[in-house]
């Protein structure tokens, strides 16, 4: 259990640091016509990610971060549901065309 947990650890700090980006020393190694080796260091960059944010943010943050939609009445939050049956839908319309009446 401890190899579990140690694991969901390291995912979880690469998923943060992928999610604001960071920077590592690195270093290139190539050869030259002569097959000299030749090593050049750089600082290797990784923009932060869009897609590790709103992950880390959906699931550290739910209350703040979901595809719910809610709104406030009466400084309440209240959760919508949306229904996309296309039946309930035309049943809907046709109400509403009609006044209100079957």
């Known amino acids: 259990m401890a190899g579990r ?12 640091h992928r999610a604001n980006g960071y920077s590592h020393k690195a270093e290139k190694i190539a050869f030259d016509k002569d097959g000299n ?9 990784y923009p932060p990610d ?8 959906k ?4 209350d703040l971060w979901k595809n719910e939609p ?3 009445v009466n400084n309440q939050v ?6 996309l049956d296309p ?16």
């Open 78 to 83: 209240v959760n919508a549901t949306v229904s």
């Open 87 to 102: 039946a309930e839908a035309a049943q809907t319309y046709q109400k509403l065309l009609l006044g209100g009446k079957e």
């Open 37 to 45: 080796e030749l090593r050049a260091e750089y600082v290797e960059h």
């Open 59 to 62: 699931n550290r943050r739910h």
């Open 50 to 57: 869009t897609a590790s944010m709103i992950f880390w943010l």
């Open 70 to 72: 809610t709104t406030v």
């Open 5 to 16: 947990e140690e694991a969901d650890a390291k995912v979880a700090a690469s998923l943060y």
